[in-house]
């Protein structure tokens, strides 16, 4: 069965701070990678996705994450946080034999102080 | 455009009470899913339906039960709750299982207390 781990449950930094939230999977086969997030009192909604093709995907709100294989890393990364983006953050993976069940590492929640 | 609803958003029940909570979405998506929320544990899939007709268990499905009631709905009951079933229930909805089918659309969850 396909496990997803986050390294950090918490992150605290300053606005303009650099933004790096770490996840891997296990799992041999093809996969697909999702990131969301989760604001305070709100659903989750999709940061960005990875399918196929240039392993750099770029999604909402300036995050993007990179797809490394060999090292079954995908990592979220924002340059400058603003305070808005106080959250909690969901790495998740579809294994494309499973069919469309995700799989959700255990989450990190991250505070920006202003 | 509503996309993932759910009701209720709030629930307090006692021991061995049973409730259903309801989902709908309005996206025309093939495949609904039901998810539980827990601190530290991120989403944990219960049930999910492929497709309209079509059930099946997905990682912590035990004290639950599911009924895709048409293609817009699917329901998740607790027979007898307990209070290891406090969570928060998050809905989603996929358009199908195809390639470029599978992002996950959620609904605004469900808080469920069991006393």
């Known amino acids: 069965a396909q496990s997803v781990s986050q390294h950090n449950h918490h992150v605290i930094l300053s606005e303009a701070a650099s933004l790096e939230l770490g996840c891997n999977y296990s799992?041999?086969?093809?996969?697909?990678l999702f990131w969301y997030v989760q604001y305070p009192g709100q659903h989750l909604q999709l940061l960005l996705k990875?399918?196929?093709?240039?392993?750099l995907v770029k999604g909402i709100k300036g995050f993007e994450a990179e797809f490394i294989k060999s090292k079954f890393s995908f990592n979220l990364r924002k340059p400058s946080v603003q305070w808005s983006d106080t959250a909690e953050y969901f790495c998740?993976?579809?294994?494309?034999?499973?069919?469309?069940?995700?799989?959700f590492g255990g989450g990190t929640r991250v505070l920006v102080k202003p | 455009n509503a996309g993932v609803t759910q009701t209720p958003k709030f629930q307090v029940l006692k021991t061995g009470q049973s409730m259903t909570l309801q989902c709908a979405q309005d996206?025309?998506?093939?495949?609904m899913y039901w998810y539980r929320q827990d601190p530290g544990m991120g989403l944990r899939l219960i049930y999910y339906?492929?497709?309209?007709?079509?059930?099946d268990k997905g990682e912590v499905p035990n004290g639950y039960n599911v009924s895709r009631l048409n293609k817009r709905e699917f329901s998740l009951r607790l027979e007898s709750a307990a209070p290891s079933q406090t969570s928060v229930y998050f809905c989603?909805?996929?358009?199908?299982?195809?390639?470029?089918?599978?992002?996950?659309?959620f609904g605004p969850g469900t808080r469920l207390l069991v006393l």
């Open positions: 799992y041999g086969g093809t996969v697909n």
């Open positions: 990875y399918f196929s093709g240039d392993p």
């Open positions: 996206m025309n998506h093939n495949s």
């Open positions: 998740a993976v579809n294994a494309r034999a499973a069919g469309n069940k995700l799989t």
């Open positions: 989603a909805s996929s358009a199908g299982t195809g390639e470029g089918q599978e992002t996950q659309y």
């Open positions: 339906s492929a497709s309209e007709g079509t059930t």
